[in-house]
Structure formats: C-alpha cells, structure tokens
C-alpha cells in the first residue's frame, strides 16, 4: 500500500475550527481531487461527516470509527489502523485526508505528504497536522555548501525547495505562493517524500 497524507494547513499548521476546514480554495479543491480520483481515501467519522454530500464519487471510501454501528453509504468502515492494511491492497494509492487524529495515527506510516500552506494564521484553530520539523542539521549543510560554491552550483540554491530536509522528510517540490481570488488568501503547495 501507498500511503499519503494529503492536507491543507495554516502557518502554524492548524487544519481545523469546529470540526471544518478553516478555508476553502477553490483550485486547491480541483488538486484533491485529481489526487485522489481513482485511488483510495480514508478519513475519520467526524471529516466525514463534514463532507456536503458523503462519499465522494470515484474514490473508493474509507472510514476509520471506534463507533461500532457506523455505516454511512458509500463507504466502507473498518475500526482500526491495522483494518487498513487487511482491506487495502499492496500497490493501492490511499491517500488519508483528515482528520487530526487519523493522520496521527498514520503520520509515521505515510511514505508522501501533499501538503497546501495557506500564509495565514488562523485565531480559532482547534485541530493541528502533526508537526514536520526542519533537520537544522541538513539545513546547514546546505547552507554551508552553497557557500563553498559561491552560489552557483545548481542544486543549492536556498530558492530551491525540492531540496530542503525537514525531519524524516524531503520537500520534492514546492510551488506558490498563488492567490485565490474568491478567499483572499495566499497558499502554496509542498509535496514531501520520506527520506
């Protein structure tokens, strides 16, 4: 099994008020869902039920409960973080889309993170995305390499996110910041790999 975190965060890596996302932006939703289309998406009860309209289509849906007698149409519902593995296929994509507590609980399992940073604070933030940390360590070796070279090898440049180490986790790409004009806010996405 693939397993990926897809998520969109606050600058201080807030995903959360009153059990729904802080902002919607629009072009962020069009990238989830070419993501996920086709692939498998598990979530917890409560992101569930902030879904308008249940299960989203072309996805095959999975719902992680500790209620026993939770079937919502659509979807399948397994129990715990082992059911996973039982009910997911070795090469299947499965991308886990929230909430706080299921991507704790899978956090140390995702070999991907797909992640949208929204560039703002958010006042009323109840749930966080566990914390990806730099590797101050990694971080000055690229700077002290970059200096070595005068500034002009190609891969150390300090605008070059697709190199940058954070934790146990690499930033394959970055892009932004962009502007959606209907929120008003300014995002970027990250994609991180496991080092």
Not at 45 to 69: C, H, M, S, W, Y
Not at 96 to 114: M, P
Not at 122 to 129: E, G, L, V
Request: aromatic share 12%; charged share 25%.
């Amino acid at each position: 099994m693939h397993l990926s975190l897809i998520v969109a965060v606050d600058e201080n890596g807030g995903i959360g008020i009153n059990g729904d996302q802080p902002a919607f932006i629009s072009e962020d939703l069009r990238r989830f869902k070419k993501l996920t289309t086709g692939n498998t998406i598990v979530m917890g009860r409560k992101t569930f039920e902030a879904l308008p309209k249940g299960a989203l289509p072309n996805r095959r849906n999975i719902v992680i409960t500790r209620q026993k007698d939770f079937s919502p149409p659509g979807c399948e519902v397994i129990h715990s973080g082992e059911e996973l593995y039982e009910v997911c296929r070795p090469e299947e994509k499965v991308f886990v889309i929230g909430g706080g507590e299921v991507y704790k609980l899978f956090f140390s399992d995702a070999t991907r993170i797909y992640l949208t940073l929204i560039h703002y604070k958010f006042p009323s933030i109840d749930t966080w995305f566990p914390p990806i940390k730099e590797d101050e360590t990694s971080m000055a070796k690229i700077v002290t390499k970059e200096h070595e070279c005068n500034q002009s090898c190609e891969f150390h440049s300090t605008n070059d996110l697709s190199k940058l180490y954070t934790n146990e986790w690499v930033v394959e790409r970055s892009e932004g910041p962009y502007n959606d004009e209907k929120s008003g806010f300014s995002y970027s996405y990250i994609n991180y790999v496991r080092r």
